[in-house]
């Protein structure tokens, strides 16, 4: 049999399984390190398949790594299963887990024939905006040995080569002086002012940066009562550029901002994080390629040009491992529109018959690209030379993994 139809009688028989897993995931969302459930499910779900899975990979305890097959080509299938607070799965995550594991089992079934390893990672915390799970696992060898990456995403619409830019998060902290507001607010130092004038001046930015960059954030903790003037207020803010490069110069533009607002207070000011950006997403042309025409033959269609492959969208840590290896991330309409991603709305759609689909799709046109890139000689010889083929064999286990 023809390896792309057998790999799709294989996931045929795991299609229900694993669109009712895309939905339990749904229906209990867990924040960024803390998908215990998720993390569990999956990997039960691939142990059953036949996979070893070795839980808690690289310190990292809702981090797996499944692995079928002995080929030489190393090939990554990334699984997202963390939610963002409050509206859950609003990004879809729920799909992007199911659809890796639709993929890798379909592409096991003829793995050994065609020559290929398939791993899945699972790779928790991609929405926490810095030092995402996959940034951890690259520092810490999860991706060694690996050839080539690919996820799906889900979106209102498909699109191959979205633009997805580098980001950079990080957390601010005021201290100033409590006092009373009415009596005595000269005896105080205000450090809600602090992030009012750090907010004024960021505003003042925005006419002087590129076009395609982005600031963006919130008060977490703006005071603890009128009557009380405020000693201690922070806020979490979101950076981004088309590139780490360009971000490192509007990092500290921004920071000034901070900085302006602690001096005019006299408000003490802290800031965290940031230390692990998430770059922009490098698509590889070859993986691009083979998953468009396996998505075409699914019936997905692609916009070649436009806004859609040209607008800044949102950051990923997927974008770190294209910068390490070759990879891609296809976003993969579930006819949502006008919801779009972080809108409850677009979390209603991820559970939905057209979001199914997409999981359906996704996956087998991940499935199938991966054979490809077995079957191709030359994709495959440029996949084997390139950066994972001197890394470590593939039988070996990341750093700090535990098998279970």
């Known amino acids: 049999m023809d390896p792309k139809a057998a ?73 997202e299963y963390d939610s963002l607070p409050g509206i859950g799965h609003a990004c879809g995550h729920n799909v992007i887990a199911a659809a890796a594991l639709g993929a890798a089992m379909a592409a096991a079934a003829v793995a050994d ?94 006419q002087h940066i590129r076009a395609t960059d982005r600031i963006h954030g919130i008060v977490t903790q703006g005071g603890a ?28 533009r921004v920071h000034r901002c901070f900085e302006a607002g602690a001096l005019a207070s006299g408000a003490k000011l802290e800031i965290i994080g940031g230390d692990k950006p998430y770059a922009e997403m490098r698509h590889d042309e070859t993986l691009a390629a083979f998953f468009r025409s396996n998505a075409q033959a699914l019936g997905r269609t692609f916009p070649t040009s436009g ?18 290896i070759p990879a891609i991330h ?20 991820c559970a939905t018959a057209d979001a199914d689909r997409a999981l359906v799709e996704g996956a087998l046109a991940m499935a199938w690209t991966c054979i490809d890139l077995a079957t191709h000689e030359q994709a495959r010889r440029a996949l084997l030379a390139g950066p994972g083929g001197a890394a470590r064999p593939v039988g070996a286990t990341p750093s700090g993994s535990a098998a279970r």
């Open 7 to 79: 790999a799709r009688e294989r996931f045929e028989g795991t299609r229900g399984a694993l669109i009712e897993l895309s939905h339990r995931i749904h229906a209990y969302p867990e924040l960024g390190f803390e998908e215990e459930r998720a993390c569990a499910w999956l990997c039960e779900s691939l142990a059953d398949a036949g996979f070893s899975v070795a839980r808690g990979i690289c310190d990292l305890p809702t981090a797996f790594h499944a692995r079928a097959g002995s080929g030489p080509l190393h090939v990554a299938i990334c699984a």
């Open 113 to 206: 024939d065609v020559g290929l390893t398939i791993s899945v990672l699972g790779t928790p915390a991609e929405e926490v905006g810095n030092a995402g799970g996959k940034i951890l696992l690259l520092e810490r060898g999860g991706f060694e040995g690996m050839h080539a990456a690919m996820m799906v995403h889900p979106a209102p619409f498909d699109v191959l080569r979205a633009k997805i830019i580098a980001a950079s998060m990080f957390d601010v902290r005021c201290t100033g002086k409590e006092s009373h507001a009415s009596a005595f607010p000269e005896l105080g130092i205000n450090a809600a002012d602090a992030l009012t004038i750090a907010q004024t001046a960021i505003g003042l930015l925005r």
């Open 225 to 252: 009562a009128p009557n009380v003037v405020p000693a201690h207020t922070s806020a979490r803010y979101i950076i981004r550029s088309e590139t780490l490069e360009q971000l490192n110069e509007l990092r500290p």
């Open 307 to 324: 806004e859609a492959e040209t607008r800044p969208t949102g950051s990923t840590d997927m974008g770190n491992v294209s910068l390490a």
């Open 330 to 349: 296809p976003m993969m309409g579930i006819n949502s529109w006008p919801a779009v991603n972080h809108q409850p709305e677009f979390a209603q759609h």
